[in-house]
């Protein structure tokens, strides 16, 4: 089974600073991993994804992550950010069959005028 | 157009009631699914379906079922309404199984 770690619960950062969402993922198999953001009172928007290939992502919204399988973690980061990206976060796996995705609890981004 | 589409967006009722909760894609995809997310934002997934299978988590309560009437729709059902059933419930889809998926705006239950 897989898990999700969202090592943050709410990380508060200065508008046009750079940020980084921390996500740790536990699987004995293949995983793929996603990126999630939940604006309020909406549903979940992809921002990126990692299938295979490249271990740097790049997704929406100025957004990249990088695949490190050796530390098994997919970081989101984004190097300037605006006063729109506050939202709640979510990093997600899946290990490639029908049973849906596996979450992490989210973490609240809130950008600091 | 919206891609993946659920009705009604709100919905109050009352304990022991039944309700469905209606969920249509246009994306032409064959996995569906259904999520549950908690009022500490918590998402967990309940059933995952496509035209042959059907998974569910086993710590749903069978008062939960899923309904395809074709590709395209997946309905979920609840009977016999309780008060832990609040919640706000998203479908979404998916090309292919395993891979990224598209979600609904969500449908926010709250059972008096």
């Known amino acids: 089974a897989q898990s999700v770690t969202q090592l943050d619960s709410q990380v508060p950062v200065f508008e046009e600073a750079p940020v980084e969402l921390r996500c740790n993922y536990s699987?004995?198999?293949?995983?793929?991993l996603f990126w999630y953001v939940q604006y309020p009172n909406q549903g979940l928007q992809l921002l990126l994804k990692?299938?295979?290939?490249?271990?740097l992502v790049k997704g929406i919204n100025g957004f990249e992550a990088e695949f490190n399988k050796s530390q098994t973690s997919f970081h989101l980061r984004k190097p300037s950010v605006h006063i729109s990206d506050t939202a709640e976060y979510f990093c997600?796996?899946?290990?490639?069959?029908?049973?849906?995705?596996?979450f992490g609890k989210g973490t609240h981004l809130i950008i600091q005028p | 157009d919206t891609a993946v589409s659920q009705t009604p967006k709100y919905l109050v009722t009352q304990m022991g009631n039944d309700k469905s909760i209606k969920c249509e894609q246009n994306?032409?995809?064959?996995?569906m699914y259904w999520y549950k997310q908690d009022s500490k934002k918590f998402l967990k997934i309940m059933f995952s379906?496509?035209?042959?299978?059907?998974?569910i988590n086993e710590t749903v309560p069978n008062r939960f079922s899923p309904k395809s009437p074709d590709k395209a729709h997946l309905n979920l059902h609840i009977n016999s309404l309780e008060l832990g059933d609040s919640a706000v419930y998203f479908c979404?889809?998916?090309?292919?199984?395993?891979?990224?998926?598209?979600f609904g705006p969500g449908t926010r239950l709250t059972v008096t």
């Open positions: 979404a889809s998916s090309p292919m199984t395993g891979h990224e998926q598209y």
């Open positions: 379906y496509n035209n042959k299978e059907l998974i």
């Open positions: 990692y299938l295979s290939g490249s271990t």
């Open positions: 699987s004995s198999v293949s995983v793929y």
């Open positions: 997600a796996a899946s290990g490639g069959g029908a049973d849906g995705l596996t």
């Open positions: 994306l032409g995809h064959d996995t």
